[in-house]
T-cell receptor
């Protein structure tokens, strides 16, 4: 079993839709949770960081963490074609190395 | 925010030559930097952890004599692909942590460069 599981998609939605991206993890020692966005042939860009269970909102993006279920989510409201990218969850513990999900490829259709 | 610059963005070289990729933290001092390799439609694969002033730590299966890493200053790490072959063609990405961050756990965040596409002919 991988330490972090992420549905690779691809996921295709119409413009304006709410997008839900998810990851599950197996190690309860993981404490810090990140979402990165990666455009084709570019480096990952940090979108959201959180370290506690619950929701964190930033503009159209909401990160949700449920440590009891070892489940994290990223919601994108009012999705735009410019949101089309690969989204990577990344999780870290005390060792500070990041463990990445496999990435979900998202396409938002105009 | 923390900015990491990576250069060059794309390099084409002949088989047998060496290529150097630079990774710089522009607005913070990075004691630790990371080098990743990414194949098309796959996630990032950690190659090595680069620590300022000491030897890099390589992941299992990564040839340290082929992928030379130098982290001579707090803002610069370099990856040299020696005697490159077509199978080394890939997308290489560096990242750095900002040790000065005071937000809980934020020292775990890695900030990534834009990546370098290496094509070996």
């Amino acid at each position: 079993q991988k330490e972090v599981e992420q549905d690779p998609g691809p996921l295709s939605v119409p413009e304006g839709a709410i997008v839900s991206l998810n990851c599950t993890y197996s190690n309860s020692a993981f404490q810090y949770f990140m979402w990165y966005r990666q455009y084709s042939r570019k480096g990952p860009e940090l979108l959201m960081y959180t370290y506690s269970s619950g929701n964190k909102e930033d503009g159209r993006f909401t990160a949700q963490v449920d440590k009891s279920s070892k489940y994290i989510s990223l919601f994108i409201r009012d999705s735009q074609p410019s949101d089309s990218a690969t989204y990577l969850c990344a999780i870290s513990g005390s060792a500070r190395q990041l463990t990445f999900g496999s990435g979900t490829q998202l396409t938002v259709l105009p | 925010g923390a900015v990491v610059s990576q250069h060059p963005s794309w390099v084409i070289c002949k088989s047998g030559t060496s290529v150097k990729i630079e990774c710089r933290s522009l607005d913070f001092q990075a004691t630790t930097m990371f080098w990743y390799r990414q194949f098309p439609k796959q996630s990032l694969m950690l190659m090595a952890t680069s620590n300022e002033g000491s030897k890099a730590t390589y992941e299992q299966g990564v040839e340290k004599d082929k992928f030379l890493i130098n982290h001579a200053s707090l803002t610069l790490s370099t990856l040299t692909v020696t005697s490159a072959h077509p199978e080394d063609s890939s997308f290489y990405i560096c990242s750095a942590r900002d040790p000065s961050s005071t937000i809980t756990g934020a020292k775990n965040i890695q900030y990534f460069g834009a990546g370098t596409r290496l094509s070996v002919l």
